[in-house]
């Protein structure tokens, strides 16, 4: 298994939301999380990519395994495409982004600083980077928000490329990817309790 959740239940603000989730991950496999708005997909993405604590259970992953994309596209404004792809290239020791910006359609705009981006490039330029982590397992938070459909077939293809190269995707998203697969609704996860247990302060995170 890449990805075991077992027993886990987490907390926003302090407040439960889901409580005994487990599910596991192998290789070559998709995963998508469905939920209403404010059901706990984000939440549950949060803490199995490591930024908050769970309140119970565990999460089994080798370490360094999980690639985390969350709303926001985390891009540095003033460095170029191609520069921002090097960058986390570096970051993750990895080389090549030669295919990061072809997967994502982004060779013609390679030279164009990330603040001059339309919404949408800036979401395939967030996606692409996923491609330079060389991490197996994919956490991500409603992926194609801003993409137009030729986009959203290029996430869905990148995927399929990601879990056929022994690679695994968890992916919180209202619409239809296309994507062979499994889904979870966490609603059926939904806490009991609804007061304030945890201290835990994620106003940073
Ligand atoms: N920073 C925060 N502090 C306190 N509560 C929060 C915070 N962020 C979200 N919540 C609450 O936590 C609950 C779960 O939210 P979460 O973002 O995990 O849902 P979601 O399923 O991802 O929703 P959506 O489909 O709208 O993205 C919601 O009730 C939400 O209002």
Known sequence: MLLD???????????????HVSFAL????????????????????RTIAGLQPPLAGEIRAAPGAIAYAAHADGLKATLTVA???????????????????????????????AQNLSAGQKRRLGLARLLVTGRPVWALDEPTVSLDAAAVEMFAEAVRTHVAAGGAALIATHIELGLAGLTLDVGQFRASAETRVSDFDEAFL
Request: glycine share 16%; charged share 15%.
């Open 26 to 45: 192998a290789a070559g496999e998709v995963l998508v999380l469905r939920g209403p708005n404010g059901s706990g997909k984000t939440t549950l993405l």
């Open 83 to 113: 520069e921002n792809l090097a960058f986390w290239a570096g970051i993750y020791g990895t080389g090549d982004i030669a295919g990061a910006l072809a997967a994502f359609a982004l060779e013609g705009l390679a030279d164009r600083p």
């Open 5 to 19: 959740v077992h027993d886990l239940s987490c907390a926003r603000g302090g407040v439960p939301v889901l409580e």
